[in-house]
């Protein structure tokens, strides 16, 4: 082939770089437009189905919430590595919609939550020009929000609010009202306030307010119910709440120890108990004062003593010496031996009982007498009697009937025997303390459990959860599948067809497109106009010849840049 028939062959190739440009512009306008639109739609599909599979489904966690919650919010989900963002204005915070439940539960969990409330704070943002009934609305507001910040601060509160009614002071003593407050809380699932605790609150209230009595505040709880009773109404004889939680819990502590005996003889499922017990809440109290038999005086403890001694003799003068003189007779008067009750025992001198020298003081008529009064012994006993004393225990238990499995795999029931009925109910008695001259009674029985299962209801089979999950988790992408084939097939699809359908002929009767191509073109009958254009390529292609005849340097100069990509000088 020779560099002509190169150059010529090159020649017509922009024409079919540009076919589909051709095609295109081929088309009229509605066709146009919906093979644009298609093409856009698909874009548009393919980058949303793009977005959608990275990005989660986004769900409000809390909305609404104060600085405070939602700055602790934050750190928690951040801490529990949780994807958060915030809504727009920052009014909620929104994680993935599989994970909502989750967290809601974990944070509850560690009380968030826990709501704003303005304190003291409220003070340090006056306007100026307010007047005085507005400070005191603002300071009345920024005490009951100090008091529920303190109430929330009980383990067994989850919210509170505080009213308190502070009446307007004036001048007459007299016509002064005192204040009052009522308190709603709101306490977790499963927990209440004890006397204890519900004191506190009352006491915590009535002391933050001046001239505010205890029984002046209110306690109601989110049921409505008065937590707080006037102390009439606590000293009346209606049943105390604390004393009935009082007996539960004892009973279920009973009924709990016959279980954890029981279960492991004759399965989880296959023992009930209840426990009555009899408990005695009276308070009572004795004082006892008892004496003693009189003691001996080595024993006694004297109170008080008197000794009265007259002398006797004529004309009342000094009573004349007796006894043999020296120091036998002058020894001091012996311990009196005379009881506490009872005849005077006759005076000793110190000469002895029944000497010489008693019968020289009687003759002498002396006289001396000897008061003793002892201590009388008495003990006082006072005892008060303790509250909360069981009086009697009552214990009914049933056991199932003892299933045995033979060699072919057929389960039957069968009563237990006497002897482990007798064990089981040994085994009752000592885990409840039983104590026969208390009162106590325990009685076991061994019947068949009627286990009467109830048919789940059926639901449908396009109602079930994990389908409809599995219809949503779809939803998008096959939504987005589906909105593919319609613009493929409404709008593509038919623009495609008119393309293929206004591609123009390829150009015929040039002996270098019959030489270069593989499947040869037949020379057919051509037109007017073809013949018009074949000629004036033949004079192209003759011209080209005789170029290269003239000056084939210059030609191959065009060639080699042609091979290299430059431009022809």
């Given at each position: 082939?020779s560099a002509?028939?190169?150059?010529?062959?090159?020649v017509?190739q922009?024409?079919?770089?540009?076919?589909?440009?051709?095609?295109?512009?081929?088309?009229?306008?509605?066709?146009r437009?919906?093979?644009?639109a298609?093409?856009?739609?698909?874009?548009a599909?393919?980058?949303?189905?793009?977005?959608?599979?990275?990005?989660?489904?986004?769900?409000?966690?809390y909305?609404?919430?104060?600085?405070?919650?939602?700055?602790a919010?934050?750190?928690q989900?951040?801490?529990?590595?949780?994807?958060?963002k915030y809504?727009?204005?920052g009014?909620a915070?929104m994680?993935?919609?599989?994970?909502?439940?989750?967290?809601?539960l974990?944070?509850?969990?560690?009380?968030?939550?826990?709501?704003?409330?303005?304190g003291f704070?409220?003070?340090?943002?006056?306007?100026?020009?307010?007047?005085?009934?507005?400070?005191?609305?603002?300071?009345?507001?920024?005490?009951?929000?100090?008091?529920?910040?303190?109430?929330?601060?009980?383990?067994?509160?989850?919210?509170?609010?505080?009213?308190?009614?502070?009446p307007?002071?004036n001048?007459?003593?007299?016509?002064?009202?005192?204040?009052t407050?009522?308190?709603?809380?709101?306490?977790?699932?499963?927990?209440?306030?004890d006397?204890?605790?519900?004191?506190?609150?009352?006491?915590?209230?009535?002391?933050?307010v001046p001239?505010?009595?205890?029984?002046a505040?209110?306690?109601?709880?989110?049921?409505?119910?008065?937590?707080?009773?006037?102390?009439?109404?606590?000293?009346?004889n209606?049943?105390?709440?604390q004393?009935?939680?009082?007996?539960?819990?004892?009973?279920?502590?009973y009924?709990?120890?016959?279980?954890?005996?029981?279960?492991?003889?004759?399965?989880?499922?296959n023992?009930?108990a209840?426990?009555?017990?009899?408990?005695?809440?009276?308070q009572?109290e004795?004082?006892?004062?008892?004496?003693?038999?009189?003691?001996?005086?080595?024993?006694?403890?004297?109170?008080s003593?008197?000794?009265v001694?007259?002398?006797?003799?004529?004309?009342?003068?000094?009573?004349?010496?007796s006894?043999v003189?020296?120091?036998?007779?002058?020894?001091?008067?012996?311990?009196?031996?005379?009881?506490?009750?009872?005849?005077a025992?006759?005076l000793q001198?110190?000469?002895?009982?029944?000497?010489?020298g008693?019968?020289?003081?009687?003759?002498?008529g002396?006289?001396?007498?000897?008061?003793?009064?002892?201590e009388?012994?008495?003990?006082?006993?006072?005892?008060?009697?303790?509250?909360?004393?069981?009086?009697?225990?009552?214990?009914?238990v049933?056991?199932?009937y003892?299933?045995?499995?033979?060699?072919?795999?057929?389960?039957?029931?069968?009563?237990?025997?006497?002897?482990?009925?007798?064990?089981?109910?040994a085994?009752v008695?000592e885990?409840?303390?039983?104590?026969?001259?208390?009162?106590?009674?325990?009685?076991?029985?061994?019947?068949?459990?009627?286990n009467?299962?109830?048919?789940?209801p059926?639901?449908?089979?396009?109602?079930?959860?994990?389908?409809?999950d599995?219809?949503?988790?779809?939803?998008?992408?096959v939504?987005?599948?589906?909105?593919?084939?319609?613009?493929?097939?409404g709008?593509v699809?038919?623009?495609?067809?008119?393309?293929?359908?206004?591609?123009p002929?390829?150009?015929?009767?040039?002996?270098?497109?019959?030489?270069?191509?593989e499947?040869?073109?037949?020379?057919?009958?051509?037109?007017?106009?073809q013949?018009a254009?074949?000629?004036?390529?033949?004079?192209?292609?003759?011209?080209?010849r005789?170029?290269?005849?003239?000056?084939?340097?210059?030609?191959?100069?065009?060639?080699?840049?042609?091979?290299?990509?430059d431009?022809?000088?």
């Amino acid at each position: 082939m020779s560099a002509l028939e190169v150059t010529a062959a090159a020649v017509p190739q922009p024409a079919a770089a540009s076919s589909w440009g051709s095609r295109f512009s081929g088309l009229d306008t509605g066709q146009r437009v919906k093979l644009a639109a298609g093409a856009a739609l698909l874009v548009a599909l393919a980058v949303a189905a793009i977005v959608l599979g990275r990005t989660p489904d986004w769900r409000v966690l809390y909305a609404n919430l104060g600085d405070k919650d939602g700055g602790a919010i934050i750190a928690q989900l951040s801490q529990m590595n949780v994807p958060y963002k915030y809504s727009e204005g920052g009014g909620a915070v929104m994680v993935p919609s599989d994970r909502v439940h989750d967290v809601r539960l974990r944070l509850a969990s560690q009380g968030l939550p826990k709501g704003s409330v303005n304190g003291f704070e409220l003070m340090e943002a006056n306007r100026f020009g307010m007047t005085q009934f507005q400070e005191k609305v603002t300071f009345q507001r920024a005490l009951e929000g100090e008091l529920t910040r303190s109430i929330q601060a009980v383990s067994s509160v989850q919210n509170a609010r505080v009213h308190l009614a502070l009446p307007n002071q004036n001048g007459f003593f007299r016509e002064q009202q005192k204040p009052t407050a009522s308190v709603l809380v709101s306490l977790y699932p499963g927990r209440t306030l004890d006397r204890a605790q519900l004191a506190g609150i009352v006491h915590l209230v009535a002391s933050s307010v001046p001239e505010m009595s205890p029984s002046a505040v209110s306690v109601v709880d989110d049921t409505g119910k008065l937590l707080s009773n006037s102390p009439d109404a606590a000293n009346g004889n209606g049943a105390d709440a604390q004393q009935l939680q009082y007996v539960q819990q004892l009973e279920q502590q009973y009924t709990r120890r016959i279980l954890d005996i029981l279960e492991p003889v004759v399965g989880r499922d296959n023992v009930k108990a209840q426990v009555t017990a009899d408990v005695d809440f009276s308070q009572s109290e004795s004082t006892t004062e008892q004496h003693k038999p009189n003691l001996t005086p080595t024993d006694s403890a004297v109170r008080s003593q008197q000794v009265v001694e007259s002398p006797g003799g004529a004309a009342g003068g000094a009573a004349a010496a007796s006894g043999v003189p020296g120091a036998t007779s002058n020894q001091p008067p012996g311990q009196s031996s005379a009881p506490i009750n009872g005849q005077a025992q006759p005076l000793q001198t110190a000469g002895g009982a029944g000497g010489a020298g008693a019968a020289a003081g009687a003759a002498a008529g002396g006289r001396r007498e000897t008061i003793t009064n002892y201590e009388v012994d008495k003990t006082t006993r006072v005892v008060r009697a303790g509250s909360g004393t069981v009086r009697r225990i009552n214990a009914a238990v049933v056991v199932n009937y003892q299933k045995n499995t033979d060699a072919e795999g057929k389960v039957t029931s069968a009563a237990l025997p006497a002897e482990k009925v007798e064990q089981m109910t040994a085994l009752v008695r000592e885990s409840i303390g039983f104590n026969k001259d208390r009162g106590d009674s325990v009685n076991l029985m061994n019947a068949p459990f009627q286990n009467e299962a109830t048919p789940a209801p059926e639901v449908p089979f396009y109602k079930r959860p994990e389908l409809l999950d599995l219809l949503r988790s779809f939803a998008w992408p096959v939504g987005l599948v589906a909105m593919a084939v319609i613009v493929l097939m409404g709008f593509v699809r038919p623009g495609l067809k008119a393309l293929a359908a206004s591609r123009p002929a390829p150009p015929v009767g040039t002996q270098l497109s019959a030489v270069l191509s593989e499947a040869p073109v037949r020379p057919a009958l051509l037109s007017p106009e073809q013949a018009a254009q074949v000629a004036q390529e033949q004079m192209r292609i003759e011209d080209a010849r005789q170029l290269a005849r003239q000056n084939p340097a210059a030609v191959a100069n065009i060639v080699k840049n042609w091979v290299h990509g430059d431009a022809p000088a």
